[in-house]
């Protein structure tokens, strides 16, 4: 991913954090020859947490996710396979109308980051029980209600042998934060102003990204 100087990522944190809160990622490998690439979005958490001061661009940290074995893609991956898991965080539309100057050009703020790595299948269903177990408890704690998987166990054992995990290790990543850094700070203001008067979710956090910016 192309990446200006002034959208690159203020720091490691910015990048953990945009994974916690958007972990449906898409999963690219390349196809076969002649084909084109292969496409899944699947859930993905980190295997533990990221320390206070995560490494530069994530290397070597392990992230865990998992895929319907029926699916091609699964097939289709070695036992190890060179991959990249692409998450989108908060956008949003910005009109020249903001900018209140003439002349002026639409555009998009966002935020995404490619995660490269190393995919890596796992083999065992005691392991791959591990993986869906501790994406309940991830998800469950940052978007649920706490919910008790116990009396659900038996039912996750019959779905089992349908499920693909797989680990992944981080080889370095690409993040972009586009977030209107190349405009002069009164127009940045009015930006975050008319983002937070939006009442979408997408529009307001991508007003607080700003503003932490700022």
Not at 109 to 133: C, D, S
Not at 177 to 188: D, I, Y
Request: a neutral charge; glycine letters at 6%.
């Amino acid at each position: 991913m192309f990446v200006p100087a002034q959208y690159r990522t203020p720091d490691s944190s910015w990048l953990v954090e945009l994974l916690r809160r958007n972990p449906l990622a898409l999963l690219l490998t390349n196809g076969r020859p002649g084909e084109v690439p292969y496409a899944t979005h699947l859930p993905v958490i980190f295997r533990q947490p990221p320390p206070a001061e995560p490494p530069p661009e994530l290397s070597g940290t392990v992230l865990l996710g998992h895929l319907n074995r029926a699916n091609p893609h699964w097939r289709a991956l070695s036992s190890s396979t060179d991959a990249v898991l692409v998450f989108t965080g908060p956008h949003a539309y910005v009109s020249p109308t903001v900018y209140r100057t003439e002349p002026a050009a639409p555009t998009w703020n966002y935020t995404a980051v490619h995660v490269h790595g190393r995919l890596q299948k796992i083999g065992t269903a005691v392991e791959t029980m591990e993986v869906v177990k501790s994406t309940v408890r991830a998800y469950e704690d940052e978007f649920g209600a706490g919910w008790d998987m116990s009396g659900s166990i038996e039912y996750f054992e019959k779905l089992l042998p349908a499920v693909g995990a797989f680990r992944f290790v981080v080889s370095h990543t690409d993040g972009m934060f586009k977030l209107s850094q190349e405009q002069e700070p009164a127009v940045r203001e009015r930006v975050v102003s008319a983002f937070m008067d939006r009442g979408s979710c997408p529009h307001r956090e991508t007003a607080e990204l700003m503003k932490r910016l700022a």
